[in-house]
């Protein structure tokens, strides 16, 4: 056991890690006594649920510029506590998410043939911007507005 536990500490220091994709790892690796090792992991803080949340919200917002549902789905496919979604969510800078809404509107309306129709142009939008994870609402306001 030594030797997977500094194997998978040497894997979750170099990234943030949750329980579901630590034992996903241990077992690609063929190692069986996965919950003793991920009890030691979360002792020694190499795994922080609520960490890894807040990490992953961030970076898939700022970077892959995701909309929340996208995002919830994945964390909550990953077994996190829906309290610390939640939280994690809420640090979202709503004006830089505005913004990245908005983007991803403007650069699919230029990718769409202009001969359409408009209710089928809208229709492409909002699937399009749907798939990216951003909420019904948000999306109607910008494509009404």
């Not at 609520?50 to 964390?75: E, M, P, Q, S, T």
Request: a positive charge; aromatic letters at 8%.
């Amino acid at each position: 056991m030594s030797d997977s536990l500094s194997k998978i500490k040497n894997y979750c220091s170099k990234r943030e890690a949750c329980v579901y994709d630590a034992r996903k790892k241990l077992n690609s690796w063929g190692i069986d006594e996965t919950d003793e090792i991920i009890q030691t992991l979360i002792k020694d803080s190499f795994i922080d649920e609520k960490r890894y949340a807040f990490a992953y919200v961030n970076d898939h917002y700022k970077i892959k510029k995701w909309g929340k549902n996208k995002i919830k789905a994945v964390l909550v496919g990953k077994n996190i506590p829906t309290k610390t979604i939640e939280l994690a969510l809420e640090s979202i800078d709503t004006k830089l998410y505005l913004q990245n809404l908005e983007s991803a509107y403007k650069n699919k309306l230029k990718l769409i043939s202009k001969s359409e129709n408009k209710i089928i142009e809208n229709e492409k939008l909002k699937r399009y911007l749907l798939s990216r994870g951003y909420e019904l609402e948000l999306i109607l306001k910008l494509i009404i507005d």
